[in-house]
């Protein structure tokens, strides 16, 4: 296991397992009904498409199943097979895959270790939000916020089945445990405003790297 692997590994509640690629390289064919969803894809769509289903091979492995194709749903969320939870991420430079035997729903988000952008600031913090992070780095702590509900939402997503924008849910970073708590704030299907996903984060080989996990039994808030 590489270093990403472990690190990425750690941030779930159980265990694991991490698929790693370098969009960058030449990667596998796609497998099955893999190809259809390439079909009118951009090359740079196309390079991050197979990077992550190389990565979810890779994964599948070492569950010690057979690799098989992880078709694209019209809404280009991954269709994993029957008792599968998982999630793919990727930059230009890094995709990983995470996979587990049934469970939580899991979600993954890596970025590039760099602040965000001024301008997308007020997009993706509240004022709230903003204020918590106020201080030299806030640009950075942006980004780190934007990860996470990145995560947030990826981990929802399989429950809710909804489509929502990053005002639907407060980040709360504790930076010295390396964890992070997603509450909701306003509802999405079984979620009610006030509950959360809880999440950690950490950083490898130039990226930020974020996890949540979610299940029918929404963490309640106080």
Not at 100 to 118: F, K, T, V, W, Y
Request: proline share 8%.
């Amino acid at each position: 296991m590489t270093r990403t692997q472990a690190v990425i590994a750690a941030l779930f509640d159980g265990p694991v397992a991490v698929g790693v690629t370098d969009p960058r390289k030449p990667q596998p064919p796609a497998m099955g009904d893999e190809a259809a969803h390439l079909a009118q894809a951009i090359p740079a769509r196309q390079r991050e498409f197979a990077a992550g289903r190389a990565a979810a091979r890779i994964a599948m492995a070492q569950l010690g199943m057979p690799p098989v194709p992880v078709p694209a749903s019209l809404d280009r969320a991954p269709l994993w097979p029957n008792g599968i939870s998982g999630s793919i991420s990727h930059t230009t430079s890094l995709c990983a895959a995470v996979l587990r035997a049934g469970g939580h729903c899991l979600g993954l988000d890596i970025e590039e270790n760099m602040p965000l952008s001024q301008d997308l600031l007020s997009t993706i913090c509240s004022d709230a939000e903003q204020d918590i992070i106020a201080g030299p780095d806030q640009l950075w702590l942006a980004k780190l916020v934007f990860c996470a509900k990145e995560a947030t939402y990826k981990a929802q997503y399989p429950l809710t089945k909804m489509l929502f924008g990053f005002d639907h849910i407060d980040i709360a970073l504790d930076r010295s445990a390396g964890r992070f708590t997603a509450t909701f704030l306003k509802p999405a299907g079984d979620f009610v405003a006030g509950d959360m996903l809880l999440g950690r984060f950490d950083q490898t080989d130039g990226h930020l790297v974020t996890a949540a996990w979610a299940d029918k039994s929404p963490v309640k808030g106080a």
